[in-house]
């Protein structure tokens, strides 16, 4: 008989089922507070040596949206309506009116990264390319 040697997917897929049946005493299906909701992540979305956590939206919203700063951000402190954005390292942005392709972006002064080197538009299109450009050596298609 061959032994099936579990994956990190479906390690993950199965707790994530757990979670959401609720575990015994706590909130959710067996004797929980009415109305509430257990819920349950992968915690395996560590944060890259080269930046962005690429283990979906669950870990993003854990190491994402608290270790990293947006150029742009949603709102998400409402919900009697969709989130708009809001400005993030970017103070304002236009898109062209003769080519929406282009946007202009207007950073915001004085951030620094943690080792003291400057955020500036270099830094920005850098991790644009990071991401959006197959031929910089930076490229990461996660």
């Given amino acids: 008989m061959d ?5 990190r997917r479906s390690l993950m897929v199965g ?3 757990l979670a959401a049946l609720g575990a015994p005493g706590r909130a959710g299906a067996q ?5 509430s909701l257990t819920y349950g992540i992968s915690m395996t979305d560590l944060p890259l040596t080269t930046g962005q956590p690429d283990r979906g939206a669950g870990g993003y919203q854990f190491t994402g949206l608290t270790l990293y700063d947006p150029l742009v951000a949603w709102e998400l402190d409402v919900a009697d309506r969709p989130g708009k954005m809001v400005p993030g390292l970017a103070t304002s942005w236009e898109v062209d009116k003769a080519d929406p392709k282009v946007w202009t972006f207007h950073l915001r ?4 990264f943690h080792d003291g080197s400057a955020f500036d538009a270099d830094a920005v299109i850098w991790n ?3 991401v959006l450009n197959k031929e910089a050596p930076q490229f990461d298609q996660r």
Avoid at 3 to 7: A, C, D, E, Q, V
Avoid at 31 to 35: A, N
């Fill in 15 to 17: 707790g994530a089922a």
């Fill in 31 to 35: 004797g929980g507070t009415p109305g």
């Fill in 128 to 130: 644009f390319d990071k």
């Fill in 3 to 7: 032994l099936i040697k579990p994956t």
């Fill in 109 to 112: 002064d004085g951030v620094t």
